[in-house]
């Protein structure tokens, strides 16, 4: 065994460290969890306020998963793709079951990015068309093609990116210089920005429009009245593929077991991950329509992976999506996630720091700036040399509260187990916080 000290410098020694500087990172050695909780060597308690990246939806320990890992185990861990497994059939039966009767079938992947990656292949196969439209401020991955899909500054280092990817502008309304009357009004400016750019690319070439529902870790970016329709509309008249990334907002996290259920919208494919097994084995996936899935019938669908549909990932599956519903995890997501929401709506009036909060379910931010009334961000996008926002995150992993930042947002996305007990709790460690923001930088 070793101490938490050797398990830091071990990892700091032979671990590259995603999104970091290497010399910089000093990780909290986790010796055990529970629930919403975890552990370092010492004995300290950490609330998990970001289910760890959006992921971990159900907490630490769920049993129900962890046995029906075991029970496949024993049976078997790995078969390939092209056999059939009980426990992938029965995964893929669950997800189409979910989702409108539109759909028809899944393909498998190991997560998010690669289930972004298939669905941009899936819909230029089927279109016989090569560009694909995403946002400025969305996030799909890192990998090649999802790195390209990505808008924010984690595209950079995979640029000159592939060709055909188009970038347009997501209807971030606090952000924008129009002052609108309405979220109707807002809708339609952005819809007509997003026309009129599909024309100039030629709508003939276009597979397909790929948005993450619910813009996730660039600033839960929630879409105004009518926005998701009226792209609907649009792709309905040009012919084009309507991609919903579900990868972060999907599987609970609105209050909804999708996030495009919120909005009377129906796409023709969705990508998920994360909340599918909640990170207890790694697996992602692109649920497409019947229409789209008929083609391949006689068509080659060229994609493929050594771990499509592993089967002890899909077993993990079946279990957690059979707990989102034998707990009445949407249930509780609502009841707590107007808790959240009435308190970060409270921070908003209160803080001088806060700008804009939003929230819908248990997926939201906190968006810091330094003057209300100019709306200056806390840090400049992509820049923060002083590091600001490492500084805060800092406080508040003082106090046990755990999560992540990005650009200048704080972001509290806990699990969906959470109750309103400790969601009070731990947001009373968010104001306190904020109080010292307010002093320090406003």
């Keep these: 065994m070793m101490s938490g000290n050797e398990v830091v410098e071990k990892q700091k020694k032979y671990v590259l460290q995603s999104w970091s500087k290497q010399r910089d990172i000093n990780p909290i050695a986790v010796e055990r969890a529970e629930g919403i909780y975890f552990y370092d060597y010492d004995g300290?308690?950490?609330?998990?306020?970001?289910?760890?990246?959006?992921?971990?939806?159900?907490?630490?320990?769920?049993?129900?998963?962890?046995?029906?890992?075991?029970?496949?185990?024993?049976?078997?861990?790995?078969?390939?793709?092209?056999?059939?497994?009980?426990?992938?059939?029965?995964?893929?039966?669950m997800i189409i079951n979910l989702l409108p009767d539109t759909f028809g079938k899944v393909f498998?992947?190991?997560?998010?990015?690669?289930?972004?990656?298939?669905?941009?292949?899936?819909?230029?196969m089927y279109t016989g068309r090569n560009k694909i439209f995403s946002r400025y401020r969305s996030y799909h991955g890192s990998s090649f093609g999802a790195g390209n899909l990505t808008g924010e500054p984690r595209r950079y280092s995979l640029e000159p990116g592939i060709p055909g990817f188009v970038k347009f502008f997501d209807p971030y309304v606090y952000r924008e210089p129009i002052q609108f009357a309405s979220e109707e009004e807002a809708c339609n400016y952005y819809l007509a920005k997003l026309r009129e750019q599909i024309n100039y690319e030629g709508p003939d070439s276009v597979a397909a429009i790929v948005m993450e529902t619910i813009t996730g870790s660039n600033g839960i970016i929630?879409?105004?009245?009518?926005?998701?329709?009226?792209?609907?509309?649009?792709?309905?008249?040009?012919?084009?593929?309507?991609?919903?990334?579900?990868?972060?907002?999907?599987?609970?996290?609105?209050?909804?077991?999708?996030?495009?259920?919120?909005?009377?919208?129906?796409?023709?494919?969705?990508?998920?991950?994360?909340?599918?097994?909640?990170?207890?084995?790694?697996?992602?996936?692109?649920?497409?329509?019947?229409k789209i899935a008929a083609y391949f019938d006689?068509?080659?669908?060229?994609?493929?992976?050594?771990?499509?549909?592993?089967?002890?990932?899909?077993?993990?599956?079946?279990?957690?999506?059979?707990?989102?519903?034998?707990?009445?995890?949407?249930?509780?997501?609502?009841?707590?996630?107007?808790v959240l929401g009435k308190r970060l709506d409270n921070m908003q009036e209160r803080f001088k720091c806060v700008g804009e909060v939003r929230h819908i379910g248990l997926f939201a931010c906190v968006e810091l700036v330094r003057d209300k009334e100019t709306k200056q961000?806390?840090?400049?996008?992509?820049?923060?040399?002083?590091?600001?926002?490492?500084?805060?995150?800092?406080?508040?992993?003082?106090?046990?509260f755990m999560t992540y930042s990005h650009e200048n947002m704080i972001f509290v996305c806990p699990p969906l187990i959470i109750?309103?007990?400790?969601?009070?709790?731990?947001?009373?460690?968010?104001?306190?916080?904020?109080?010292?923001?307010?002093k320090q930088y406003c």
């Design 298 to 338: 006689d068509h080659l669908l060229s994609c493929g992976l050594t771990y499509s549909g592993h089967p002890l990932a899909c077993a993990a599956g079946t279990a957690c999506v059979d707990f989102y519903r034998k707990a009445n995890i949407l249930e509780n997501v609502a009841v707590t996630g107007k």
């Design 44 to 93: 300290k308690r950490y609330t998990d306020m970001s289910s760890q990246l959006v992921n971990l939806n159900l907490g630490f320990g769920n049993e129900d998963i962890a046995d029906a890992i075991k029970v496949q185990v024993d049976k078997f861990c790995f078969v390939g793709p092209a056999y059939a497994a009980e426990s992938r059939s029965a995964l893929a039966e």
């Design 222 to 290: 929630i879409p105004p009245k009518g926005y998701l329709p009226g792209v609907r509309r649009i792709c309905d008249e040009f012919g084009i593929i309507m991609v919903c990334d579900e990868v972060m907002a999907g599987w609970g996290r609105t209050g909804k077991m999708f996030a495009f259920e919120n909005f009377d919208v129906i796409p023709d494919i969705v990508t998920f991950a994360k909340g599918v097994t909640c990170g207890y084995v790694q697996l992602g996936g692109v649920a497409v329509s019947s």
């Design 377 to 400: 961000p806390m840090v400049d996008y992509g820049k923060d040399p002083l590091g600001i926002m490492g500084k805060i995150i800092g406080m508040l992993k003082q106090r046990g």
């Design 419 to 438: 109750t309103i007990e400790q969601v009070n709790e731990e947001l009373d460690k968010l104001e306190e916080v904020l109080e010292i923001v307010d």
């Design 108 to 124: 498998f992947t190991n997560g998010g990015a690669d289930a972004n990656e298939n669905a941009i292949k899936i819909a230029r």
